[in-house]
């Protein structure tokens, strides 16, 4: 790796510039880490499938200044756009002038991380910031956390149930150079209130683009989180992208991933289950054509007993795509009457592309019921002769199954604007040959 | 309209047809009867294009073209309609958009313009009293949680929205009680037509009561052994199958 120098360069700069509090600490620790640690190679459990360590053959620029455009963010808004708070990050960096909040301050507070690290919030971000490392403890997530700069804290209030979604967009420049990005975020959705969050990620420019992102969420008391991810970048665009959501009092979350396109893309879905009677549902759906590589890692670990949890990722590869699974259940000692539920369901459309999937279920308690299950097979030979022998053509007759198949997964973005959005993506992905 | 001629066709190596010889002309009803195993879903498989069936003799032509040369798509466009004996379950596709693809891509074949949404409907309220079939399964993915009549009976309603030239009736009377039979060939009696022909095929002879061929073929062995008027059929009824079969047997072992 010849770019240690340029990340060791970038660090000291930034610790100079900014050297006291807890994330000038943070950093410090996180860079401490990568040092120690490096970047995962396939020899790492964690990253068997996926070639994380590629990805730094490329002499990337963390690149402050970009002169990305307000016609430049209209160009890539979601649908429903115009009742979402709307938070831009470029090149990792929360960008409060392309950003527009619709909410009320006594609803939703967005602030720059390292402000809330000073003020009001100072104890709040000492006390959450980076409890994914207990978790995530490898060099790309450690890199991350050494250069946490630019970073957002969205709090949503006690009680609260604001009417305006939040959107993220993740704009990478590669336009000059390929570029690295480290987008950090802290979301605190308060006891008794609502969260809908979206992310999605852009890549501008033909060089290679690297997002390496840490949002970590805290869910309290009552409160109900959405979060919906959609990945569909450029081919050349990779991604690790670690969400850590913490549900510290009984709530319920619901997410779901979409990975179209992209280069290598790891996706860490954490979900730590720390209060009695959570409810948590993870879907997601992976449409992988060329070369693109989806991994995504779940993991749920229920510390409390009777919480409910429901997995289901499904996926199709094509050309010589390869996806991996992996999803992992912890039941910890305390965790009684736990129910964990996790499918994962396959689709191979070539003879080229690959697909590893893994359960991976450790159990320390007696009185759980937990169940996995994948399956990866063939588009159905029967279904197809049958819609052929009404006069469909085999290709439409593929892009329909494919699309029945990925339709429960679809059916689960519940905000109708994205959800017809997501839609449609799906069925242009799959209709293009 | 079909003509086959001298059809030979295999499924892993094995011969299943051994030269078949059929004419259809428009406006007929024939029936194809046999005992199992003697190749009667075969000649349907083949006729509608399934991959598996290697066809190693013989020809098909169909309104003047060379049916083995279509792809199963151009076959069902050209206007061959296959009802199942199976028709299989594909949840999350709803029936109706399903059916609507089938009727616009067959309209876009043809060089006619894709139905709207409106004329879509007008048919489809049309052709649902025709065969008496109710709106809540069309609404459904197809096939999925129907019973073994509503699947028969979501079958015929697709060749009356398809209006194809030559129906090929695969075993459709298995598996139904005497009503939803009687519905079902209600349903196909409506669809005869002078300019469309029909092929039962069928183990009983009960279809034969509702829907009254104008030919018999009895199959056996992968050949037409016997072909006849409506007659015959009552004649297999009582008689049973043997009666043709042991004389073949028996030739054939002389």
């Known amino acids: 790796m010849n770019n240690i120098t340029y990340f060791k360069d970038q660090f000291e700069q930034l610790q100079e510039a900014n050297p006291k509090g807890t994330i000038a600490n943070l950093r410090q620790n996180g860079f401490d880490a990568f040092t120690k640690d490096g970047v995962p190679t396939y020899r790492d459990e964690d990253w068997k499938y996926t070639n994380v360590s590629s990805l730094f053959n490329q002499e990337y620029q963390i690149a402050e200044n970009s002169s990305v455009t307000l016609a430049e963010v209209n160009a890539i808004r979601l649908p429903g756009y115009k009742q979402a708070n709307e938070l831009v990050f470029v090149n990792g960096r929360f960008m409060a002038n392309l950003s527009t909040i619709r909410s009320e301050a006594t609803d939703l507070i967005v602030l720059p991380l390292e402000d809330a690290a000073k003020d009001e919030y100072k104890d709040i971000v000492a006390a959450h910031l980076n409890q994914s490392s207990n978790y995530l403890n490898n060099g790309i997530h450690a890199l991350n956390t050494s250069f946490i700069d630019g970073g957002v804290f969205v709090h949503v209030l006690k009680g609260k149930e604001p009417e305006h979604a939040v959107y993220c967009y993740h704009i990478l420049d590669a336009r000059e150079n390929p570029s690295l990005a480290l987008p950090r975020s802290l979301v605190l959705v308060d006891e008794s209130s609502k969260l809908q969050l979206t992310e999605s990620y852009t890549t501008l420019g033909s060089s290679d683009s690297f997002n390496n992102q840490v949002m970590e969420v805290v869910v309290k008391e009552n409160a109900y989180v959405e979060y919906y991810k959609i990945q569909n970048d450029v081919a050349n665009a990779s991604q690790v992208s670690s969400t850590h959501i913490r549900q510290i009092g009984k709530s319920h979350v619901h997410t779901v991933t979409i990975t179209l396109n992209g280069g290598i893309v790891r996706n860490n879905m954490n979900l730590v289950l720390d209060a009695a009677g959570n409810e948590t549902h993870l879907y997601g759906l992976y449409l992988l054509k060329g070369k693109s590589h989806a991994d995504n890692h779940t993991l749920i670990d229920n510390l409390k007993p009777n919480c409910f949890s429901n997995q289901l990722y499904k996926g199709i590869a094509d050309d010589t795509s390869t996806a991996v699974f992996n999803g992992r259940i912890m039941v910890q000692p305390d965790a009684q009457k736990t129910n964990a539920y996790q499918s994962n369901k396959n689709i191979l459309l070539s003879e080229n592309a690959t697909i590893n999937t893994k359960p991976q279920l450790e159990i320390f308690a007696d009185d759980v019921k937990c169940s996995h299950g994948c399956t990866i097979g063939q588009l159905d030979e029967e279904a197809m002769f049958y819609l052929r022998a009404r006069g469909i053509p085999k290709e439409s007759a593929a892009v329909l199954l494919l699309q029945a198949f990925a339709a429960d997964i679809i059916d689960q973005i519940k905000p109708e604007p994205l959800r017809s959005y997501v839609s449609k993506l799906i069925y242009e992905h799959l209709a293009i040959q | ?254």
Do not use: C, W
Request: charged letters at 30%; zero cysteines.
């Open chain 2, 1 to 254: 309209m079909l003509s086959v001629k001298n059809i030979h066709a295999n499924i892993d190596g094995r011969e299943i047809l051994k030269g078949i010889n059929l004419d259809i002309k428009p406006g007929e009803v024939h029936a194809i009867m046999g005992p199992n195993g003697s190749g009667k879903s075969t000649l349907a498989s083949v006729l509608a294009g399934r991959e598996e069936y290697e066809v190693t003799e013989g020809a098909v032509s169909f309104l003047g073209k060379d049916l083995l040369e279509l792809s199963t798509e151009d076959r069902a466009r050209e206007g061959l309609f296959l009802a199942f004996q199976y028709p299989v379950e594909i949840p999350g596709v709803s029936t109706t958009n399903f059916i609507k693809a089938a009727v616009n891509e067959k309209r876009k074949y043809l060089g006619q313009e894709p139905l709207d949404a409106v004329a879509f409907l007008k048919m489809m309220k049309e052709k649902m009293a025709l065969v008496e079939i109710d709106q809540r399964l069309l609404s459904r993915s197809i096939n999925e949680g129907f019973s073994g009549g509503e699947k028969k009976r979501n079958e015929v309603f697709q060749m009356a929205m398809l209006e194809p030239k030559l129906a090929i009736m695969d075993e459709t009377d298995s598996g139904l009680d005497i009503d939803a039979l009687r519905i079902v060939a209600n349903g196909i009696n409506k669809l005869r037509s002078p300019d469309r022909a029909i092929l039962l095929i069928t183990h009983y002879q009960r279809l034969l009561d509702y829907i009254h061929p104008d030919f018999v073929h009895v199959l056996y062995n992968g050949r037409i052994v016997k072909s006849g008027k409506k007659e015959l059929a009552l004649e297999l009824e009582e008689k049973g199958y043997d009666f043709i079969t042991d004389d073949i047997d028996l030739t054939a072992n002389q």
